[in-house]
């Protein structure tokens, strides 16, 4: 038996509030009869009699009752405000967890803001009017139930307007669904393609791609500009011929009373009080017919929330393992991306010691990037196992395995917030510990350097350091806490030659630390540091070792015979560094 979600669950804890709302709509709704019994009591009594304290009372009597209906109402829209509230404190992390984990597995940020987005709207929804008119709909039958106790005719009329008007809600429903779906996937590829065009504005900007960059999104916000007119026209239509029908039915009501008043089949209250009352029916029905875009929008961003929940249920809490050594061990892995079946890692198999430095080379798409997502538990192993001192690298919760591991990416990332917070991954800053870090990674005197130093705003993005500056912050980030293993990809690719100094150093640093580390690179410098070098290619490891021997053998080239008759001076072996490039 499937689940409930986990925003099924946060909707039934507040199964109360829906209730009070619920009892609250009922007062509301009884309460909105008043008007037309006041003018029923006011033309059968009042006009007739002439008695002035009679309609004192009255009006007394009406505005009190009339005072606890918007009572009633203000509360219901409060209880609605927090049970929007309710939602989104339930859900916030449960959404924001799951759009991070789609985002790890497919790299593709955008398209992943969607659910954050969708919990918006539906927390919006359900603190607008939208709502309080399902709870009044189910009053529309009583208010129809009273017309008929005042007349037969009364309650036909009202009858046949209400059907009618359901009528254009389903039309309106049918004909709107599939424009709206269009229109919102449309908007979404334009959203999308401006977030990837606005990353890389300097780009587009540098090399005149402005206007094939704002063609192409113009492609799709017309798309979008164009199923949203036409649902903006047919919803036009359908509200338009509702309310006409609406008008045209309550003056045609007010007639059919006045003949009734004529054949004296009832009073000049009965007519205006049916009348009111067909005004009342008709407003829930109208109030939906109104907020029926919204309605649907609700609906389908709690499909998708719901759907997004149930793929990515909340983790069973794991019990804590020791702390780590760094010993790393893999075996007959096999990965794929995911999504996809075809394996990008076939059947690796190696093991590290703590300490051990290992230096991955090979030509891009060899799968060195993919091992390193393994490593670091971001990617699921599609077969085999990768053991962190023996235990599944999944057995341990993300925050707690993200102590023991430090990872400097090809693309350095900083956060809003002061360089220490960074460096202290936002944790409570130990200065002490930011301060060592930094040290280790040589970058402690050029932060000193900055105008408040540790304590330097970076913005978004840290546009205001320099490539180098960045990865150098970033590495000092991966040493924070004396991790147990450092994964390092394209560590110097940003680096000045001092940068470099400090890299070789820090790499020393970890491995007096006992420290397994492994280092991704194309440039021959870092792996001077290394004690086992793997050359992948094809998803496999075709060649690996110790440092010496893989480099002896990718600088092993077969020499010609030499020829008594053409003696020749012997051609000088290639340069390890050729080698290596050409294993990459």
């Not at 009070?20 to 007739?48: E, H, K, W």
């Not at 009017?129 to 005719?153: C, E, K, Q, R």
């Not at 990837?196 to 063609?215: C, D, F, K, P, Y």
């Not at 011929?241 to 009832?266: N, Y």
Request: hydrophobic residues 45%.
């Amino acid at each position: 038996m499937r689940q409930p979600s986990d925003l099924i669950l946060a909707f039934r804890q507040c199964r109360k509030s829906f209730l009070a709302i619920g009892l609250f709509s009922c007062g509301i709704n009884l309460l909105m009869l008043v008007p037309a019994f006041y003018m029923l009591q006011v033309y059968d009594r009042v006009v007739t009699s002439g008695s002035g304290s009679t309609l004192l009372m009255l009006t007394l009597v009406m505005l009190f009752l009339l005072a606890g209906m918007g009572v009633l109402d203000w509360l219901r829209s409060v209880i609605l405000v927090k049970v929007s509230m309710k939602i989104g404190l339930l859900l916030n992390q449960r959404i924001f967890d799951g759009a991070f984990k789609q985002t790890l597995l497919d790299g593709k940020v955008q398209n992943h803001l969607q659910p954050m987005q969708d919990l918006t709207g539906l927390r919006q929804f359900l603190s607008g009017n939208g709502v309080t008119s399902f709870f009044d709909a189910p009053w529309v039958p009583i208010y129809l139930a009273v017309m008929f106790f005042i007349h037969p005719v009364f309650g036909w009329i009202g009858l046949f307007a209400a059907v009618i008007m359901i009528i254009f809600a389903l039309l309106n429903e049918h004909f709107n669904k599939g424009v709206q779906l269009e229109a919102s996937h449309h908007n979404a590829q334009a959203v999308n393609y401006t977030m990837s065009s606005l990353r890389n504005a300097e780009v587009v900007q540098a090399m005149g791609m402005l206007t094939n960059i704002r063609r192409r999104w113009q492609l799709y916000a017309s798309k979008a500009l164009y199923y949203q007119d036409i649902n903006g026209r047919r919803s036009a239509l359908f509200v338009s011929l509702s309310k006409t029908v609406r008008f045209i039915l309550q003056s045609a009501i007010l007639g059919a009373g006045a003949l009734l008043v004529i054949q004296q089949e009832m009073t000049p209250g009965l007519m205006i009080g049916g009348s009111l009352l067909l005004g009342r029916a008709l407003a829930p029905i109208d109030q939906l017919i109104n907020t029926w875009k919204q309605f649907i929008n609700a609906r389908n961003q709690y499909q998708r929330l719901n759907q997004l929940l149930h793929e990515l249920p909340l983790e069973a809490e794991k019990t804590p393992l020791p702390v780590p050594e760094g010993r790393i061990t893999v075996e007959r892995l096999v990965v794929a991306a995911p999504g996809s079946k075809a394996p990008i890692l076939k059947g690796l198999n190696f093991s590290l010691r703590p300490g051990e430095i290992l230096g991955l080379i090979g030509p891009s798409a060899a799968g060195k990037s993919t091992l390193a997502r393994v490593l670091l538990g971001i990617w699921p192993a599609s077969n085999g196992k990768v053991r962190l001192d023996g235990a599944d690298i999944f057995l341990r919760p993300a925050d707690e395995l993200g102590q023991y591991i430090g990872y400097l990416p090809q693309d350095v990332e900083l956060f809003e917030g002061t360089i220490a917070e960074n460096i202290a991954r936002f944790n409570r800053v130990d200065a002490e510990a930011v301060h060592l870090a930094a040290r280790q990674a040589g970058v402690h005197d050029m932060i000193l350097r900055l105008p408040q130093g540790y304590d330097t705003q970076i913005g978004s993005g840290g546009s205001f350091l320099s490539g180098g500056q960045r990865q150098r912050i970033g590495l000092a980030r991966a040493l924070y806490g004396q991790p147990k293993l450092v994964v390092l990809d394209e560590p110097n690719a940003s680096l000045d030659e001092q940068g470099e100094v400090a890299l070789e150093k820090a790499i020393q640093v970890l491995k007096a630390n006992k420290t397994t580390v492994i280092i991704i690179s194309h440039r021959k410098h870092v792996f001077t540091c290394v004690d086992t070098l793997f050359v992948m290619n094809a998803g496999v490891i075709s060649l690996g070792g110790p440092r010496e021997q893989v480099l002896a053998k990718l600088n092993s080239v077969p020499m010609p015979a030499k020829t008594p008759a053409a003696p020749s001076s012997p051609a000088p072996a290639a340069p390890v560094s050729a080698k290596i490039n050409k294993a990459i």
